[in-house]
C-alpha cells in the first residue's frame, strides 16, 4: 500500500452550504465523482467536522448566515499552518469581487453555482494531483531527514531486529506485511527471495490481525506441522494518514512444557496421596464408630483431630486435582440447558447440615422467572458448595446466609449474601486468585486451602459467565455468579440500522455480530418494510445524512418507532439537535468500539426487561 495519497484513491471532500437542496445535490455530485463526502450545515459546523476528520479539500458557501464562507477561510488559514488544504469557495452572484475577497482571505480556488460537473471533476482530479505530489514530496523529505540524522541508531536498530529471538512483523492496517524479521522468516519460512508485501497476516500465521491483536496467547500451525503458542505484544504507529503494526511473537513451547512438567507433577501426586489417605480416613472412621474397642476419651479426642486434618488435606488434593486439569484444559463440563431453582435447592439443602453445625440459617429467595441457562449442573454445585461453605463459615452465628436468584432479562444471576465482616479491600483484588486468603498465618482461625474460589471463577468462565464479590455498606459480603440467558428464537432481538453510507452500515453490522441479529435500511421506505417484516426492532440506529431534512426524518422515525429504542449515530449532528426530538446520540468518530457495544446492549438489556415485563 503506498504511503501517500494516489491519483486513484478517493478525496475526503467537506461540503459546507446552509441551503438544504444545493448542499444534497452539491454532496450526490461528489460522490457520484467516487469520493468520500462530509456534510456540514453551517460556518461553525465546517469548522468543528474539519478537527473531527481531517478534509482533503473544503467545498464552502461564501454566503451563510451567522458565520459566513469569508470568516471561514480566515479560520482556516490560521488552523493549517503546516498543512495545505484546499478551499474552494461557491456562489451564485454575478460578478468576481466577492471571489477576489473570498481569494485574498486564503481561498484556493472559486466555482460559480449552478456547479457544472465536468468542472468539478477537474478540478478535483488536478487537486488530487497536487495533493499526491505534496505528500510524496513530503514523505520523501521526511525518510531523507531520517536517514541523515538517525543512520548510526538505524544500523543498530536493523542488528537488534535482525538478531532477536522473538518474530517480529511489521504489517498495514488491511494485513499486509511489511516487513519480517530473520527470526520471523525462519519460524515461517519465508524465502530471503520473496517480497514481503506480498505476503498477508492470513497466509503467514493463519490468523486474522484482529484476532492477534485481541489475543495475548495464540496457537499457530506452522508449515512443518507443529502446533506452537506464542505469547503476543503489539504497538501501532503511523506514517502521515497510514496505520501500521509491528506485532511480536514470543515462543511458548518451553514454558509450555514446564507447565506442562509441574501439571503432570501435581496431579501424580496428588494421586498417590488419595489412596493412602482414604485408607487413613477409612480407619479413623472405624476407631470412632467404636470398631477397635471403646477409646479413653483423650484418644477419641486425638483421633477426631486426626480426622478433621485428614478431611481437610482431602479437600486440598481435590482442589489442586480439579486445578491440574482446568489449567490443563483436560476437564471436560457435561454441558446443559436447564433451569436453576432446583439445582441450587439441592444446595441448600446439601449443606444445610453443616450450616445447623455452626448455629447458621441459609434462606433461598427467588424474586421474578427462571429462565434457561447452560451449565455442568455437578459443577455448578461445586461452585454453590464453595460459596455457600464460605459463606457459612464467615457468618455469626444465629445469622441468616441468603442465595438470591433474579434476573435483568438477559441474564440469571446467583447471589450468595452473608452477614459476616465483609471483604477486606485490600484483599479484594486478590480474592480470586490462586491460594489467596486473607490471613495466611498457620494460626488463622478458618481452614482453607486458597484454590477454592479460583476454581470457582475458572469454573464459572467456562460457563461462559462471570463471578464477582462486593462488600455491604454495613458489613457482609455479597458473591455473585451471572451466567447467561438462553434466548429463544421468538425471543431473538434484532437490531435496524438506517443509513446511506454502505461503510457504517457494514461497520455497524460488524461491530454488533454475535449480539443480536442486524437489519440494514438505506431510507425510511425500507425500514418500514423490514418492520413490517419481522415487528417492532429492540434498537434503531440512525444516521440522518443524507436523508433529506434530519428535523423531518427523525419525526417520521419517531411515528415508525418507540422513543426509548432510537440511537442517532454519526457527526452530521450532534448531542443538541437529538435533545431537541428527545433522542440519544453518538458521535462515531470519537468513541471506541468496545464502548459503542456496551452502549447498544445496555439498550438491548433495557428492552429485554420492558418486554418482560410485559411494557413492550
Known sequence: MPLSLGLDEKLKVLVADDIDSARRELLQMVRDLGHETIEAVSGEDALRLMDLHSPDVILLDLLMPHMDGFEVVKEV??????K????IVLSSLEGQEHFAKA????ATDYLVKPVRPAILRAKLRQYQRILSMQ??????????HVIHEHIADAIVTNAIHDNIADAIITLNEQGLISDLNRAARRIFQVDDARGDSDISIMELTGLSLDFLLAHAEVEIHLENGRRVWFQVTHNSWSIGSNAYFTISLHDLSEAKRIERMKDEFLATVSHELRTPL?????ALALLTAGAGGLLPSAAAELVQVAKRNGDRLSRLIDDVLDLTKLEGNSMRLNMRTMTLPALIEEAVTVNKSY????EVRIEFERRGPSFQVQVDPDRFLQIMANLLSNAIKHSPKGTVVRVVLETDGNHMYVRVVDQGPGIDKDFKTKLFE???????????????TGLGLYICRILVEKMNGKISAESGATGGSTFTVSLPRIITGDEQPWVLCIAQDRQLQERMQE???GMARVELANNLESAAESILRLGAPMVVLADPQAQGLADQFCTRLLKMVGQKCILLIGDALDAGFAARHGLDWLSLSSISRQDFVKRVRTILSDALKDRLHGKI
Open 355 to 358: 450450616a445447623q453445625g455452626t
Open 77 to 82: 488559514r490560521k488552523r493549517y499552518t503546516e
Open 135 to 144: 505528500s510524496n514530496l513530503g514523505l520523501h523529505a521526511q525518510r531523507q
Open 103 to 106: 481569494l485574498q482571505n486564503g
Open 511 to 513: 461491530w454488533l455480530n
Open 434 to 448: 490462586k491460594f489467596s486468603q486473607a490471613d495466611t498465618s498457620d494460626r488463622r482461625a478458618l481452614g482453607g
Open 84 to 87: 495545505w488544504l484546499p478551499v
Open 278 to 282: 482414604t485408607s487413613i480416613l477409612g
